[in-house]
């Protein structure tokens, strides 16, 4: 495992890493939503309903909200096993909805707190908790699909049952950084006693991070444009077509964002991103009816291209290069990254570990100068 990054784009790929990492979700928080899901799901599984998680937090690219403190999103199909010959959109939707009320007012859980209220969306319901909230989208299962997973939905703006496969996107998402994937589980192994026991929803492949870049770049450039704020959706999904298994963060969210154009179709007229894992549902719908979000859209892929590749550069010091960084992802992981890497360079440095280069340059390459160690007590020990 590299301590200290060698090159100037590691280094600054390590910050970005560790930038990013500090918006993971934390384990309370994870644990929380977690434990809430999972007592909505039994209540749910009482009436028939299968409940399970879809989204960022089965993907593993949450990322800390910008713009709503503390609040995370937690997506949920409720699946009944219903032919869609004997129930309307409508009707499955209310039904949901009932049993969310039910939920709601006789709430007695102990593992979980009760949600605050319960409101509709065009699509799903939708549970609000202090700290995150729960969009319970109500679904039935596709049965003119080939794929065992394929799901019909409802939407109160389309006549028609609209298509999806979260659980086949998943798979899809995973098998795009495949071979990463595999190293990353088997590097948590260590932590988890085998390879089996590693949640996959725990593993950060470099794929992951990307994602988790543009998503926190994205909630800061559009932090007062809400409406016209790209969906987590068509960014994981353009990311994951135009990744080729970079290994630098820096180097993969570039030339991701350079290959986005690639996989932007034109049918008919109609911008079209399509979900890989489920035929006909397309991520840029709402380009067709709002072209500013298209618009807007290019906007921010232009801003993102701009911001990484003016770290790389930057040339007025590092105290100017942690500026930039912190204008694009926000102050406050900035300075815990740099802390945390601080940290880390110190652990290296005692232990001999860290090398000056000519131009001086931190690294751990062993054709430099040996750094002293520093001992805090006015004086260093050399090696």
């Not at 010091?317 to 945390?340: C, I, Y």
Request: charged fraction near 25%; proline fraction near 3%; aromatic fraction near 8%.
């Amino acid at each position: 495992m590299t301590i200290l990054a060698d090159t100037k784009e590691e280094q600054i790929s390590q910050l970005l890493g560790a930038t990013i990492a500090q918006l993971d979700i934390n384990e309370a928080a994870f644990r929380a939503a977690e434990s809430c899901y999972q007592d909505l799901g039994y209540h749910l599984s009482e009436a028939g309903a299968q409940v399970y998680v879809q989204g960022s937090f089965m993907l593993g690219t949450v990322v800390r909200p910008y713009h709503r403190a503390g609040e995370y999103d937690l997506d949920l199909v409720s699946l009944l096993d219903i032919a869609k010959t004997s129930i309307t959109q409508e009707e499955l939707k209310k039904r949901v909805g009932r049993l969310l009320a039910d939920y709601d007012r006789n709430h007695n859980s102990t593992a979980c707190e009760s949600p605050d209220h319960v409101s509709e969306g065009r699509r799903s319901w939708c549970l609000h908790y202090e700290h995150f909230h729960m969009d319970v989208l109500p679904a039935i299962p596709d049965a003119e699909s080939s794929s065992a997973t394929a799901i019909e939905l409802t939407d109160l703006n389309l006549r028609n049952w609209q298509k999806s496969d979260p659980l086949a996107y998943v798979e899809w998402f995973r098998s795009q950084c495949a071979t990463q994937f595999d190293s990353e589980r088997a590097a948590l192994a260590k932590s988890y006693g085998s390879v089996d026991a590693v949640p996959k929803h725990r593993v950060r492949t470099p794929l992951h991070r990307v994602v988790q870049i543009l998503k926190r770049h994205r909630d800061i450039f559009f932090a007062n444009d809400l409406d016209d704020r790209p969906p987590s959706s068509l960014i994981t999904t353009l990311a994951g077509l135009a990744y080729q298994g970079e290994t630098d963060l820096i180097d993969a969210t570039v030339s991701a964002v350079q290959r986005m154009h690639d996989h932007i179709e034109n049918r008919g007229g109609n911008y079209w991103v399509e979900n890989p894992a489920c035929k006909g549902e397309n991520f840029a719908d709402k380009w067709n009816d709002y072209e500013i979000r298209r618009l807007k859209f290019e906007q921010w892929r232009a801003a993102v291209e701009h911001d990484l590749t003016s770290f790389v550069l930057e040339t007025s010091g590092t105290t100017a290069l942690h500026r930039r960084v912190a204008n694009a992802f926000g102050s406050d992981p900035v300075e815990k990254a740099l802390q945390q890497i601080g940290a880390t360079t110190n652990r290296a440095r005692v232990g001999g570990r860290v090398h000056l280069t000519p131009g001086g340059r931190l690294t751990t390459s062993t054709t430099a100068t040996t750094v002293a160690a520093h001992r805090f007590y006015g004086g260093q020990t050399t090696r």
